[in-house]
Structures are given as C-alpha cells and as structure tokens.
C-alpha cells in the first residue's frame, strides 16, 4: 500500500509548521551543568507557545514539555490536512522516540534521590514513561483508532512510517498520525559535549497525516525516495530520517 501524505507538520530550530521545514535556521545555545558551574552548547530548541492555539492553557498544565512537542508538531498536520484537532474517531496514532522524555526522567529520579520512594512526583513517573506522548495525542485530540509507541535510535523514521502503513494495510484505521518527537535535555546535551561534537543537538516533532485520496504532498512513495539526507535545520535527533522525508514531501507540495 502506498498511502498519500494528506498534512504535514513540524516543530524545531527552524520555527513551526510545514514550510518552516525549508528554511535556514542556526542553533541557540543550551545550559548545561557541567562540574561546579555550566557550560553552554549549542543546540536546536522548539517553542511550543503555539500550542495554546489548539489546546487551553490549563489542559496543558500537567503536560510536560516533551509531549507538549509532539502535540504542536500532531496539531499543525491535522491542520495542514484540513482536519479537525478534536473528536478524530478512527485516527490511528504511530510516534516514535529515540530517548523518550529524558528531562521528566531524570526530574522523576531526582525527586527520588531528594525524598525517597515514598516522594516520589507521581506527575514525573506519569510523563517519565515512552508511551505517555502517544496517550495525550490520543486523550487530547480524541483519536479512538489504534496507538502505537516506537523506540529506537537508528531507522527511527522509517519503523514510524512502516507501521502507519501496515495500520493503514490492515483495514485497522483510514487514516494515521505519525510522526517521531525527541527534546535536548541535560542527558542528551552532555553526550554531544562528551562526544566529538559535529550536528548540535536538536528537539522537535515531525508528523505526516497518511490515508487515502488525494494528498497534496503526493505519495508516501515519494516522498521517501525523495528525501535528502537527515541532517537539515532540525539539528541531531533519533527521527531526522522522518524530518527529511517530511520536507521532502513539503519540496514537492502541490500547494
């Protein structure tokens, strides 16, 4: 099955929405501990302050800031798609991450270490875990279809995009959100401080809006043969495979 890219939608560095894919964007810096004072590193930041034009203020106030990315990059495709971001019945859901929300994780640990098991954040271990993000695209834009949470560091992108294909395949929904989410956090700046450096780090979300018709970004097909390589303007992340075909489908937009 080769399904049609019906939206797309994105958050990063490079700012918010579909064509903001195409466009230059330079690294701002990040604030990292490092021994007894900090050490700044470059690396590319998402601003979900969009967000608020899809979602209250106050729906989001137990929503950390990784799912908070991965719902702006959900929003802005279902918008792109022409489609409501509410009531979606039947909306199969696929997001992929390659470090999870580690800045929830090492808050939850934190509380830990500071107050024992027994003060614990049970807000922390609710955001801590990998399928958290892919409950609030569910719970948020009332997607009743199948949901799916991947994870894996390598071929990040494409695992995403084969599974919304096999959804779609198997008569399981008729049209799939997927897309990939990770955050720059204390954990994955420092393994790029640590590293060789090269591509600073980057956060942000990637979504395609897959089913039949007519899309006008073309196939699923094609857009994946058409994708460049996955370093672009959203920085070094697990899912750049899914940035790069999702701005290949943008590149190629009939719009």
């Known amino acids: 099955m080769n399904p049609a890219v019906l939206g797309v939608g994105a958050v990063g560095g490079f700012g918010a929405g579909a064509r903001a894919l195409l466009e230059p964007a330079q690294p701002g ?21 969009p967000l608020e034009r899809f979602v209250p203020r106050r729906a989001l106030r137990r929503i950390d800031a990784f799912s908070r990315i991965a719902l702006l990059g959900a929003c802005l495709a279902l918008e792109d798609a022409g489609m409501p971001t509410s009531g979606l019945e039947g909306l199969g859901v696929v997001l992929g991450s390659g470090y999870g929300a580690t ?7 934190d509380s830990m270490i500071e107050g024992g098991d027994a003060c614990a954040s049970p807000t922390h271990f609710a955001g801590s875990l990998h399928n958290t993000p892919a409950s609030h695209l569910a719970i948020t834009l009332g997607a009743t279809g199948p949901s799916l949470s991947l994870s894996r560091f390598q071929g990040l992108g494409d695992a995403v995009l084969l599974a919304a294909r096999l ?13 990939v989410v990770d955050e720059v956090s204390d954990l994955t700046a420092y393994l790029w401080a640590r590293g060789e450096g090269g591509t600073p780090p980057g956060e942000g979300a990637a979504f395609l809006v897959l089913g039949e018709g007519e899309g006008a970004y073309g196939s699923l097909d094609a857009a994946m043969a058409g994708r460049g390589p996955s370093e672009g303007p959203w920085g070094a992340l697990p899912g750049a495979d899914a940035f790069a075909v999702a701005a290949a489908a943008v590149r190629s937009s009939r719009r």
């Open 29 to 49: 810096l990040y604030e990292l501990p490092w021994g007894e004072g900090r050490r700044a590193i470059p690396a590319f930041r998402a601003d979900t302050a």
């Open 103 to 109: 800045g929830t994780t090492f808050a939850l640990i």
């Open 167 to 179: 959804m779609l395949a198997e008569g399981r929904a008729t049209r799939v959100l997927a897309g």
